[in-house]
């Protein structure tokens, strides 16, 4: 009887070994695409939830404001291998002109200790900086004056919580592309799920943004190609364009942008060269999304422009850079 009762035990035991080697966890966790991260991911520990139709951009972004302001515990910042901001912070090899770099964003300290020696690689094992503050303003994120990334050149990937492997403090990692990660204290993963649904729901406003543009820009074109007689600049619609363009000249590249959409408020049609001109000005200030976009409604309106070609090549270039 003990003999038997031992060998349908070790038949059952065979059993749930075999069962165990075959069962495979119901969720895997996404890769991020910071190369260390991706080693250290073991598994997701929240997937944003939609929030209430009543929700609006503005009450979202300012509770994100709210959670990232005057802090408790600070918020690990690590900027990915293509971190594409106004100013380039890949090209500061050197450690110290990184920090310099990073200087008036209340930075507070190292979360992991700095490399060996004060040249770190340019876009790789750039540590986890604290901050007790991080501002929120109404169209990006800022970790330092000179230093922001603007929500529509972000929040294209996937936005998950993941928990990170032999992580003990700061383990909850939230990846956005391969440009910007945000980690959380073991006692902050509340504050992590906060900060994905808002970011999740900021996502999906630009992408009905995206569509709604899109309705817009196939409207255009129709019209344009409508027209015998293609609409005139205008006296104002030059002076606005003549402003862009010397703001242009002395590399005030928001301030040209600004300029050109103006002259397009008045006549959307009259000067399509505009669209080419934001497409530089935007990819200057690597804001590639919005490059890839008026690239596209120029050549939607001029296919058959000379510089055609070269429009459509640049646009393959800036989809490298906006990680599409």
């Known amino acids: 009887m003990t003999s038997r009762s031992n060998s349908l035990l070790l038949v059952l035991a065979g059993l749930v070994a075999l069962l165990s080697g075959?069962?495979?966890p119901q969720i895997q966790a996404q890769s991020p695409r910071s190369a260390q991260d991706s080693l250290d991911a073991t598994f997701v520990a929240y997937v944003p939830i939609p929030m209430p139709g009543t929700a609006t951009f503005k009450d979202v972004r300012d509770d994100l404001a709210e959670l990232l302001r005057a802090r408790a515990r600070p918020v690990g910042i690590r900027f990915g291998s293509y971190a594409f901001t106004e100013i380039d912070i890949n090209i500061y090899a050197n450690h110290k002109e990184l920090l310099a770099l990073l200087e008036g964003g209340n930075r507070i300290e190292f979360l992991q200790h700095p490399p060996t020696g004060s040249i770190v690689q340019p876009g790789a094992k750039l540590n986890f900086i604290g901050y007790k503050t991080?501002?929120?303003l109404p169209d990006r994120i800022e970790i330092a004056p000179r230093v922001s990334f603007p929500f529509g050149e972000i929040l294209d990937g996937p936005i998950i919580v993941t928990r990170m492997k032999g992580e003990n403090k700061y383990p909850y990692l939230i990846q956005l592309q391969d440009q910007l990660s945000f980690r959380f204290d073991a006692m902050d993963l509340a504050d992590a799920k906060r900060m994905a649904?808002?970011?999740?729901?900021?996502k999906r406003h630009f992408a009905k943004l995206d569509d709604t543009r899109a309705a817009q820009s196939a409207a255009?074109?129709?019209?344009?190609?409508?027209l015998k007689v293609?609409?005139?600049v205008s006296e104002e619609q030059r002076r606005f364009i003549v402003q862009a363009n010397a703001f242009n000249q002395q590399k005030n590249y928001g301030q040209a942008l600004e300029y050109y959409q103006k002259a397009l408020d008045l006549q959307p049609l009259s000067y399509p060269a505009a669209y080419f001109n934001?497409?530089?000005l935007s990819a200057q200030l690597n804001r590639f999304r919005h490059a890839i976009a008026y690239m596209k409604q120029y050549l939607l309106l001029e296919p058959e422009a000379k510089d055609a070609r070269s429009a459509q090549d640049k646009i393959y270039e800036w989809e490298i850079m906006s990680g599409k």
């Open 22 to 24: 075959c069962v495979q």
């Open 134 to 136: 991080i501002s929120v």
């Open 197 to 202: 649904d808002d970011l999740e729901f900021m």
């Open 220 to 226: 255009l074109v129709a019209q344009y190609r409508a």
């Open 230 to 232: 293609k609409p005139p």
């Open 278 to 280: 934001m497409a530089l």
